[in-house]
Every structure is written in structure tokens, then in C-alpha cells.
């Protein structure tokens, strides 16, 4: 059962790699990956104050924000060799970071990536006892659960290496993505009309 199978997945024999040591491994291991990688985004809130785009927005510049996502090259962040099908869980209404981050994700989307929105209700059947993971699947045998604070900080990656969990989260990942909807459509409709999104200590 899928329930079942993301059970596995908190489970699962890992290694937990301290943040600069998960960023070095991920990035040399995929930069050697070629074919399908998926992640898999359900946090609706991340801190990253190394991301010029997400202070300015933090500080209530919304203009600028945009400005600085326009000026970011994604298509360097993605090497040819590789599709990257990201599935982004949406919840409504849109926190301003998801707001935000959809921009992003939009830009991305538009430089190669394969993002898609699914709303969170249509992956509660697979939340009974905690919200989904943050996943990234390199291939058959290398996934990170991509860890974060409650601040939405983040901490590091737990890097599983066994196949059966790995194939099975896989299958999981392609039935949703198979159900969502692409993200250029979602972002056209739901977030080009929005006004700009407003800072409040909370969102802070």
C-alpha cells in the first residue's frame, strides 16, 4: 500500500549527512546522474536568507524580489543529461512563501524543469500520521530525505540507499505526478492574479 510504503520511507536504514556535507554529495552525485530524477516539495514554509530573491520578499519588496528571480540562470542548475520532474504540494490559501516560491518554480519550470501542482488534499490519504517527506531520488538506489528545523531551516539530508524503498516511492511519486497539474497552468490561473503577498511577524 502507498500509506505503507512512505511508512518505509521514515523507517528506512539512512545515513544523516550535516548540511554542507549533504549539499557537496548531492550536487557531485548529480551531476553524474542522467535520465528521470524526482522531488518531491510539501513544506509550505523554508527559510533561505542565502536566496537574495526570498529576503527582498521577506522585507516586504515584492517588486524587487521579482526583479532578482528574473536575473537567476536556472538552466545552469540543471545539466542536459537529466529531466527533473519536481512535484510541488500545494495547500490554499498560499502562504507568501509559497507564493513566492510558485514565481520561482514558474521561472524554473520555463528553463526546463518538469514541475507540477497537486493540492494538498489530494495527498491527505497518504498523511495519517505525518505530513509527506521532502524526497529527492537520484536513481534506483540513492534518495535523500531532505531535512529541515522548524523554522523551515534547513538542516541536511538522510541519504537511503535501499532499492526496495526507493522503487516504491518512485511508483508513488509517478502516480501523483500523473494526477497534477503542470505548473505553468496552475501558476497562469492561481497566482498571476494575486496582489503582492504581506509580510506578517507569523510569516516571518
Do not use: N
Amino acid at each position: 500500500m502507498p500509506g505503507e510504503a512512505i511508512e518505509r520511507v521514515r523507517q528506512a536504514a539512512g545515513v544523516i549527512l550535516p548540511v554542507t556535507d549533504y549539499l557537496a554529495e548531492f550536487y557531485e552525485c548529480f551531476q553524474d546522474v542522467e535520465g528521470v530524477v524526482w522531488k518531491l516539495e510539501r513544506a509550505q514554509h523554508f527559510h533561505e536568507p542565502d536566496v537574495p530573491s526570498w529576503v527582498a520578499m521577506m522585507e516586504g519588496d515584492w517588486r524587487r524580489a521579482l526583479t532578482l528571480i528574473k536575473e537567476m540562470r536556472f538552466s545552469r542548475d540543471l545539466p542536459s543529461q537529466i529531466q527533473l520532474r519536481r512535484l510541488r504540494i500545494v495547500e490554499t490559501p498560499l502562504t507568501p512563501y509559497m507564493h513566492w516560491e510558485l514565481v520561482l518554480l514558474a521561472a524554473r519550470t520555463r528553463a526546463g524543469e518538469r514541475a507540477r501542482v497537486l493540492p494538498a488534499p489530494a495527498v491527505r490519504w497518504l498523511e495519517r500520521d505525518a505530513p509527506l517527506p521532502e524526497l529527492v531520488i537520484l536513481g534506483p538506489d540513492l534518495m535523500y530525505e531532505v531535512l529541515y528545523d522548524r523554522t523551515g531551516a534547513h538542516t541536511g539530508g538522510r541519504r537511503i540507499t535501499d532499492p526496495r524503498v526507493i522503487e516504491e516511492c518512485v511508483g508513488i511519486m509517478a502516480e501523483l505526478y500523473g494526477t497534477a497539474e503542470e505548473l505553468l497552468d496552475h501558476y497562469e490561473r492561481e497566482v498571476v492574479p494575486l496582489p503582492p503577498p504581506v509580510i506578517s511577524p507569523v510569516s516571518s
